[in-house]
């Protein structure tokens, strides 16, 4: 009876022997798997940078395109910041009289709240950038040329639709439309003398100058 407890502690001594041998053995093959990783790592890092002082024009072309890229993604403009955008520009226009209003920023606002009224907008983000496009029909038009994909606009002409371009933080066409908003480039001559037959802005636009909407 003694002699077979001698054996099972034995046994249990060899168990538990060989777990400990096998764990040790798991970690330090992991241990080493992790290490060559960073080895590796480590060898591609230096290479990098020794290539790049080996070839400071072509890694400095590579670094500006990741950085663009980067700058791209991260202040690329969503729906919401083009709304605010034309909300803006629209306050701004507002606050100008009649003849002081610059007419093609009105064209170009007009142009854009006819849209939006309309329900002719749609918005796609594209990661690097974001286009704002015009739907041929309102989303409760129940024409059968609205519904019908084959009767629609053939996608090469797709480019014909961009209503606006956002990128690096702006939307480029209500951006550049708004400049000078508050100079009529009319009202004036050359010799700085005033121009007396300078046109008004169209009378039928959305904006009023007394913050009004016409409908």
Known sequence: MRRSSQILRCAEKAA???AETKKESLLKK????????????????LETVQDMKDRPIKSGIYLSILGTTVALFKTNPDEIQFNA???QSM???????????????????DS??????????KYYNLGFCSLMCEREYGLDVGLYSANCKYVRPHW?????????VGVFGRWINLSKGMVDYDINPEEWLEDGSPNTEFKYYNKDSLIRWDMTMNN
């Open 91 to 109: 306050i701004d226009l507002m606050m100008v009289g009649d003849k002081t209003r610059n007419p093609q920023s009105q064209e170009v606002i």
């Open 16 to 18: 538990e022997t060989v």
């Open 156 to 164: 090469t002409q797709f480019h014909k639709t961009i209503v606006d």
């Open 112 to 121: 854009v709240s006819k849209l939006k009224n309309q329900e002719r907008l």
């Open 85 to 87: 955008k034309h909300t």
């Open 30 to 45: 992991l241990g080493n798997h992790f290490k060559s990783i960073l080895d590796d790592y480590k060898t591609v890092a």
